[in-house]
């Protein structure tokens, strides 16, 4: 069964800092893998996906992903934070090909400090 | 415009009552999913409709019931609702042609809160 595991709760950094959230997945087959955003009171915004090819994606909002298959990671970074980055993120794995629904890590709460 | 809307944005009902869920978007995805989000924000998928059949019930009580009119709708229907019904419904959506990776468009949510 697919899976993903973000280890921390909660991420805390400062403005300008770079920042990583970090994911980790099990998959049997090829990882689809993809990271999204929770605003409060918001539905989750897409970041990144990783299908094949670069390990490292560029996203929305100047995020990226590296994708390690060494070591089943996944982790989200940003060379330098901005308070408006604060958020809950969540890294998902799809199942197999195709649009298949989404297994999510339990998120990571990121906050930013000014 | 909104890409995915949910109406209500908020329900609050007591124990035992019928609540629907309404989801639409406008984007042309012929793939709709229903995920729940419980009160520490864990994300866990529902319901999964393909041009308006359903193709994943993640063993999900029969009290839900989706129903998708078209591919454009897919609303839920809750029977009897119980305190752990409590939580955020999001709807989400996405294509499929030709079999590629998508990523899912999310719809605001529906807070629902049972007393």
């Known amino acids: 069964a697919q899976s993903v595991a973000q280890p921390e709760d909660q991420v805390n950094v400062a403005e300008g800092n770079p920042l990583t959230v970090k994911c980790t997945y099990s998959?049997?087959?090829?990882?689809?893998l993809f990271w999204y955003v929770q605003y409060p009171n918001r539905g989750l915004q897409f970041l990144l996906k990783y299908i094949t090819g670069d390990n490292l994606v560029k996203g929305s909002y100047g995020f990226e992903a590296e994708f390690n298959k060494s070591q089943t990671s996944f982790h989200l970074k940003k060379p330098s934070a901005l308070v408006s980055d604060s958020a809950l993120y969540f890294c998902a794995v799809s199942r197999t090909s195709g649009n298949t629904p989404l297994v999510f890590g339990k998120g990571t709460r990121l906050s930013v400090i000014a | 415009d909104t890409a995915v809307s949910q109406t209500p944005k908020y329900l609050v009902t007591q124990m035992g009552n019928d609540k629907s869920i309404k989801c639409e978007q406008n984007l042309g995805h012929d793939t709709m999913y229903w995920y729940k989000q419980d009160s520490k924000k864990f994300l866990k998928i529902m319901f999964s409709?393909?041009?308006?059949?359903?193709?994943i019930n993640e063993t999900v009580p029969n009290r839900f019931s989706p129903k998708s009119p078209d591919k454009a709708h897919l609303n839920l229907h809750i029977n009897s609702l119980e305190l752990g019904d409590s939580a955020v419904y999001f709807c989400?959506?996405?294509?499929?042609?030709?079999?590629?990776?998508?990523?899912?468009?999310f719809g605001p949510g529906t807070r629902l809160t049972v007393t």
């Open positions: 989400a959506s996405s294509p499929s042609e030709g079999g590629g990776i998508y990523e899912q468009y």
């Open positions: 409709y393909n041009n308006k059949e359903l193709i």
């Open positions: 998959v049997s087959g090829n990882p689809y």
